[in-house]
């Protein structure tokens, strides 16, 4: 028997936000920076999840690790002002979330996305209000796909794993959310296809943020 849902965490760019012109702008601002032609944004897009380190790794194509620290400062410089020009909530979000807190189940963020980043998203969106924790990769020593931030996320919400449910639209979370283990519903409107998605076994898979509803009781 399945214990009763206490907390519900989420992932947040592909997952509650479309935020995929602003992350391929401030990308291609930094390939740009190195003398790079632009790319399409959906070629950015296969680079996000695992967060900016990697994306900067593939959108520069070298492996130079110091290359892609310095990187790291020029993207930051341009998405730091421009992170929610274009970006905005998935259709549902606000209504999923009201939901859910009307029903008294708790609410974190758990994100690859540089904590000062996804700060600075929820709050300029509105979403910050509904959450208890809002975790960026430095929150814990390990990122997505290790199950530690959706561990220490859960207990600080005051669930276990067994009553938590992780919802995400990447293999990246079905991993740390089978691993932690917990259960996991995925978004197909997101940055992983349903191929991929399907590959990994979620426990749901749907179309919209609104169809999660009847699964989160």
């Known amino acids: 028997m399945k214990s009763p849902l206490k907390v519900v965490l989420f992932d947040l760019d592909g997952t509650l936000i479309d935020s995929e012109k602003d992350i391929a702008e401030a990308a291609n601002f930094t390939r740009q920076h190195y003398g790079l032609a632009r790319v399409p944004d959906s070629t950015i ?3 996000v999840g695992n967060g900016v380190l990697v994306l900067l790794e ?3 194509e070298t ?3 110091s290359k892609i620290l310095e990187a790291y400062e020029v993207f930051k410089q341009h998405y730091r002002v421009h992170c929610a ?3 905005k909530t998935f259709r549902g979000t606000f209504e999923l979330l009201d939901h859910l807190k009307h029903r008294g189940i708790r609410m974190g963020v758990v994100s690859n996305k540089p904590q000062e980043f996804t700060d ?3 709050n300029q969106l509105g979403l910050m ?3 208890g924790v809002a975790f960026g990769p430095e929150a814990t020593v390990n990122r997505k796909p290790h199950p ?3 561990l220490v996320a859960a207990e600080k919400l005051g669930a276990s794993a067994s009553e938590t449910i992780m919802i ?3 293999v990246v979370d079905i991993l740390a959310a089978q691993a932690a283990p917990m259960r996991v519903g995925v978004l197909t409107h997101g940055y992983g296809t349903r191929e991929m998605l399907e590959a990994n076994h979620p426990d749901w898979i749907v179309d919209s943020l609104l169809e999660l509803i009847p699964f989160l009781v």
Request: proline share 8%; aromatic share 12%; hydrophobic share 25%.
């Open 148 to 150: 530690e931030p959706l």
């Open 168 to 170: 995400g639209d990447s």
């Open 58 to 60: 593939k959108s520069l």
């Open 129 to 131: 209000p509904y959450f």
């Open 85 to 87: 020009d274009h970006t």
């Open 63 to 65: 492996r130079d690790k």
């Open 45 to 47: 897009a296969q680079y």
């Open 120 to 122: 600075s998203v929820l």
